[in-house]
């Protein structure tokens, strides 16, 4: 074969075709906040809010100034703290664990299932009762809608009634996903998301949001947002934090909101070409049936010491991957001291192993996707 590779290499997340799209709009909108100079809390942030908690239908949107933010700010609200244990899959990203050890409980892992990446209802129970022999209080639950696909948020939910847990849904991967017709942000006790740039919602830097239909939760929640206060900013009746989301950011993202269902079908399009291209040569994502991803991550399995070969075939081809996640959170340094549920996480273990992931945006076009169709199937040949 005399194949010639395209040197031009593919950005794995195309944030410039986006920028290409909305340039005008998003100048204008920055431009506006300029000229006002409020630049925090701002009206584009009350506008931001009203349209998020439209899109997922969620009775509060509260918008903060990262996606850990959101996970912390609904742990502080809820007093978790010393003493409680937090159920969190170990196969995601550190944050859904650290804000729990930043509030001083224990974060209990729990396995998931490898067909989801998401954690496995099954694993609550036991894990819970891990958490007892140790003396701790199971108090919350966080499922990750790992690479945006949703959790079986129905089967956490029952589980979660059964140890009187409250459900945090970490959505920052997942937000804009549908489960049983419902939007994340819209199904937890309480989700928070991120608009970290490359997730599916991202804006210039950093911001998040909570969602939630509890009024005394999101009432707590806007007070620790600005250091806990009362009835101005000078009344302090609890401990909080600077947690707010720029003004200049919520303009932003309230023109890139605007896009967002168009760009969902588009990423669901190239999943689904993805999936036609390199489902009979590697484990490609499914979706279940009643569910939505808005594929913050196109992820495929190999067997165990097949993906460092592929990387470095499609790397020398211009097309970059990344291992989401290479070590699972119960082996990190900073976590292994914590404890692992009854039931173990033999799962997580054999995912970190087997996982790569690929250029995934909604920009990315069908003959640059073929060309990385054909270097996928090219090298997992050879
Ligand atoms: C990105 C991410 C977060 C944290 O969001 P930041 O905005 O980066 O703080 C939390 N959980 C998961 C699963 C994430 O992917």
Not at 330 to 349: C, L, N, T, W
Request: with cysteine; net charge neutral.
């Amino acid at each position: 074969m005399n194949r010639r590779p395209d040197p031009a290499p593919i950005p794995f997340i195309d944030l410039q075709a986006q920028r290409r799209r909305l340039g005008g709009a998003i100048d204008a909108a920055v431009a506006r906040v300029l000229t006002h100079c409020q630049f925090v809390m701002g009206p584009e942030v009350a506008k931001l809010e009203s349209e998020l908690a439209a899109f997922c239908g969620a009775r509060h949107a509260i918008s903060c100034a990262s996606g850990t933010d959101a996970l912390l700010l609904v742990l502080m609200a809820k007093g978790i703290g010393p003493g409680d244990a937090v159920f969190c899959p170990s196969f995601t990203f550190c944050a859904t664990a650290e804000v729990v050890a930043l509030v001083g409980a224990t974060p209990v892992f729990v396995d998931v299932e490898a067909e989801s990446f998401n954690l496995d209802p099954k694993g609550l129970a036991p894990a819970a009762a891990t958490a007892k022999r140790l003396g701790l209080k199971p108090k919350a639950v966080t499922p990750v809608d790992l690479f945006g696909l949703p959790a079986d948020h129905d089967a956490i939910a029952a589980a979660a009634k059964a140890e009187n847990l409250f459900v945090l849904d970490d959505a920052a991967q997942g937000f804009g996903a549908s489960y049983k017709n419902r939007k994340l942000g819209a199904i937890a006790d309480a989700c928070a998301t991120s608009f970290f740039p490359a997730k599916p919602l991202g804006c210039f830097g950093d911001g998040g949001a909570i969602f939630t239909d509890d009024d005394k939760l999101a009432e707590v929640i806007k007070s620790i947002r600005v250091h806990g206060q009362g009835s101005d900013k000078y009344d302090n009746v609890r401990i909080g934090l600077t947690a707010r989301l720029d003004t200049i950011q919520a303009a932003i993202l309230s023109e890139k909101l605007k896009i967002f269902p168009e760009e969902i079908v588009a990423r669901d399009r190239i999943a689904q070409r993805y999936a036609e291209g390199l489902g009979n040569i590697a484990i490609t994502p499914t979706v279940p049936k009643g569910y939505t991803s808005v594929w913050a991550q196109y992820t495929i399995r190999l067997p165990k010491g097949r993906r460092d070969g592929l990387a470095a075939a499609l790397k020398t081809e211009g097309i970059p991957t990344a291992i989401y996640y290479p070590i699972p959170l119960h082996r990190q340094q900073a976590y292994k001291h914590f404890p692992v549920g009854e039931g173990g996480v033999a799962v997580s273990d054999r995912l970190a192993d087997e996982v790569i992931s690929l250029p995934m945006h909604p920009y990315l076009d069908a003959p640059t996707q073929d060309r990385i169709i054909d270097a996928v199937r090219r090298a997992l040949k050879g």
